[in-house]
């Protein structure tokens, strides 16, 4: 018999509803804990998995009490949310997002695992894999931004990072994909509640990057807080045991979210905890989270005749399996078994300044104002996120403490020296306190530029953190008007340097700025990578991941929109617009200047029909036209103008990227396979149609601003 086996055949009701439970070790606890003194719950086999506790002198003792102190001696597992760095904070995954570095998105979430496995973990509950299309939502700043296609990449990409090649390696993470699916459209953006899109939405934007985490082999699945169309998705047997574990043949494990299992009766569903574990464990969920419903409910529903042994069974399978693959029964003390050298968290601290650079989105640059090159160079570095080390880490800082990640201030004093730099904050975050704008708007008449450092902090955004107004919070926009009026006045340059968790819809402080970086939340290392960006050791390079509105009103807002039977037109009343302000978005998705002059010219397709088993090369010459190298992003869009469902305007297929130095050209070759072209017909099953297909390729989503040739594909 396998292992499994026989220690399902020693294991009492107790010990298997223990596998199946998971308990905060208080923490960084994100929710009620319910489940009481876990210690002598491990030594009684009645816990089986934890989550929130890091160190490996923990995790030691812990392993130790359940393999030496508990009837069967079976390891626990042990998760933690490892969204964008352990104790190394790399930047918030919307900006990671925005590097649009394939390469870079694994290698962070490598080193992310070897951190966290060294500190004896052996789950991280990431990637986070939401589509967000509404920045009011907090957890837009954990995801892959707006576009399916674009999460699919990452999450292959994160998946591969985390688990490496071997789930069993000691320096290997279990990845949980979540929130399996569709919480990013969340009513009017608001935190937790109702989420009702249709099934063509569902299966084309919200599933790919699922399916694509599990073709890469994610471990494990998380579902999400909320409902779809009045299913909680703890609770969906259609999504869980229908799209992932029959249709995906799923077998890794399902882990309930955070009291997710008893929050079935909140949303209507449940009348007790046992009617609650119930539908969760028929829905296919193997780990409950802190609602302490599996094993509080399964026994009455057990009585009750409501589920079967063999059911609870096939879940303690899954979670023994999957401590299995991760080599836990083999040696659980090998995570966390030697502290890492130090070269390799210095090497980590570098990587991070790499990613944060590339993270970061060059908004504006009026007159070339950025780099800051002058000799002998004086800049006043004032607002509120100016010296605000916590804050850099944005929100899911893992077991990362406040200090120690390096400020704008510090960053550019290390570069420029103290006395070049000269700092006040100006006012708080948020809060009416103006009192200090004084001191900081005397300090732009010594400066040679002013480096306004503005934004959310980083609670602002994550979960739970849904906002309605999306401007500068608190009493930011006065400060920030103010510095802009003064300096107008003395001809100084202002720089604004925004951190924020989503695209603000901040149009005037674009407007007044002379430049504008989108530095989101970079991690430990922001501060050196902006002033990497603003005094041009890098040349900037990231692409917004997301549209930026220029007002509330127009979210959700996306590139990848149906077109309208009405196309706007100011001519025409009765077009698809509003009458107070444009259609357009204030930044398409793609949007992102360099220190370089692109100019895209002579994109080649391939002529003759397509079939559907080829795969496209399509190039596109980039020139460098300005006076610094820099490094270009060029996107594939496609189009497919006549089909028998209106596909959207824009789809995003390919992007790739290109260094060139000043007046150098070169070609950027982009794969499409035909494949890609097929969509969800009528009836919602993949369809291949005959007939043209626009390819546009160039800098972002703006199709003013893409070249446009046609592909033919053939039928069959
Ligand atoms: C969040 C999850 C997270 C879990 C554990 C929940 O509140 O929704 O994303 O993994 O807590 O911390």
């Known amino acids: 018999m396998s292992r499994i086996e026989t220690l399902l055949s020693k294991m009492s009701l107790a010990e298997k509803l223990g596998q199946l439970t998971m308990t905060a070790a208080s923490y960084a ?100 894999l939401d589509v967000s299309r509404d920045p009011r939502w907090g957890r837009s700043a954990e995801g892959p931004g707006e576009d399916p296609w674009l999460g699919a990449r990452i999450a292959e990409a994160k998946v591969h990072g985390f688990q490496g090649h071997d789930l069993a390696a000691p320096q290997a993470l279990a990845a949980v994909a979540k929130h399996f699916c569709a919480y990013g459209p969340v009513t009017a953006g608001r935190e937790y509640a109702s989420v009702d899109i249709s099934e063509r939405t569902l299966r084309e934007v919200h599933l790919p990057p699922f399916a694509a985490a599990l073709a890469a082999g994610a471990a494990a699945v998380m579902p999400a807080f909320t409902d779809l169309a009045g299913v909680p998705m703890t609770a969906n047997v259609a999504l869980l045991r229908g799209w992932l574990r029959e249709q995906h043949g799923f077998e890794g494990v399902i882990v309930s979210d955070y009291n997710a299992i008893a929050e079935l009766m909140h949303h209507g569903i449940a009348a007790d905890l046992a009617q609650a574990a119930t539908l969760a464990l028929k829905a296919g969920v193997d780990i409950d989270m802190m609602s302490d419903a599996y094993r509080r409910g399964l026994p009455v529903a057990l009585t009750r005749g409501w589920v079967s042994v063999a059911e609870i069974d096939g879940a303690v399978r899954r979670v023994l399996a999957l401590k299995e693959r991760l080599g836990l029964f083999a040696d659980p003390f090998a995570r966390g078994a030697s502290a890492e050298a130090p070269e390799a968290i210095t090497a980590r601290r570098e990587l991070a300044r790499t990613v944060a650079a590339r993270a970061i989105v060059l908004l504006k640059n009026d007159k070339s104002v950025l780099p800051l090159t002058s000799v002998g160079l004086r800049l006043a570095v004032v607002g509120p996120l100016a010296d605000a080390s916590a804050d850099m880490r944005g929100p899911w800082w893992g077991a990362a403490g406040p200090k120690g990640h390096v400020t704008v201030l510090e960053g550019l004093r290390g570069m420029l020296g103290e006395s070049g730099v000269s700092h006040a904050r100006g006012v708080d975050i948020d809060g009416e306190d103006t009192s200090g704008m004084a001191a900081a708007l005397d300090l732009c008449g010594l400066a040679d530029a002013i480096v306004l450092c503005v934004g959310e902090a980083a609670t602002m955004s994550g979960e739970a953190a849904s906002r309605a107004h999306l401007g500068l919070p608190g009493a930011q926009r006065e400060f920030a008007e103010a510095v802009f009026e003064r300096c107008k006045a003395l001809h100084k340059p202002v720089i604004v340097v925004l951190f924020s968790g989503r695209p603000l819809v901040v149009p005037w402080l674009v407007e007044k700025a002379d430049a504008v970086l989108a530095a989101w939340f970079l991690g430990s290392e922001a501060g050196n990578a902006i002033g990497d960006v603003l005094l041009g050791h890098v040349s900037p390079s990231g692409r917004t991941a997301v549209t930026w509105a220029r007002a509330e009103g127009q979210i959700p807002i ?36 360099t220190y370089g002059k692109f100019t895209h010219s002579n994109l080649r397709v391939p002529q003759g029909g397509v079939a559907r088993t080829d795969t496209l090369a399509i190039r596109v010459d980039v020139t460098n036209a300005g006076a610094r190298a820099a490094e270009d992003t060029v996107f594939l869009f496609t189009h497919d103008k006549l089909a028998s469902v209106a596909r959207p305007v824009l789809e995003l297929k390919a992007f790739g990227k290109i260094g060139l130095k000043p007046g150098e050209t070169g070609t950027v070759t982009l794969l499409l396979p035909a494949a890609e072209l097929r969509f969800l017909g009528l009836d919602l099953s993949p369809t291949f149609e005959a007939g043209e297909v626009e390819i546009l390729v160039g800098p972002c989503a703006d199709r003013r601003q893409l070249l446009v040739a046609s592909i033919q594909l053939s039928s069959g």
């Open 29 to 128: 606890v994100t929710g009620p804990v319910i489940a009481g003194d876990s210690t002598q719950s491990i030594r009684d086999g009645t816990i089986g998995n934890l989550l929130n506790m890091v160190g490996a002198d923990h995790v030691r003792e812990m392993q130790r009490l359940a393999l030496e102190e508990s009837r069967l001696g079976i390891p626990l597992l042990i998760g933690f949310d490892v969204i964008h760095g352990h104790r190394t904070l790399f930047p918030i995954p919307l900006a990671e997002a925005c590097s649009f570095d394939p390469r870079l998105w694994a290698l962070t979430a490598r080193e992310s695992a070897k951190e966290a496995a060294a500190d004896g973990l052996a789950m991280t509950f990431a990637p986070m």
């Open 558 to 593: 996306f590139f990848g929109q149906r077109p309208t039977g009405r196309p706007a037109d100011p001519k025409d009343h009765y077009t698809s617009k509003y009458l107070d302000v444009p259609n357009e978005p204030l930044f398409p998705f793609g949007f992102g200047l």
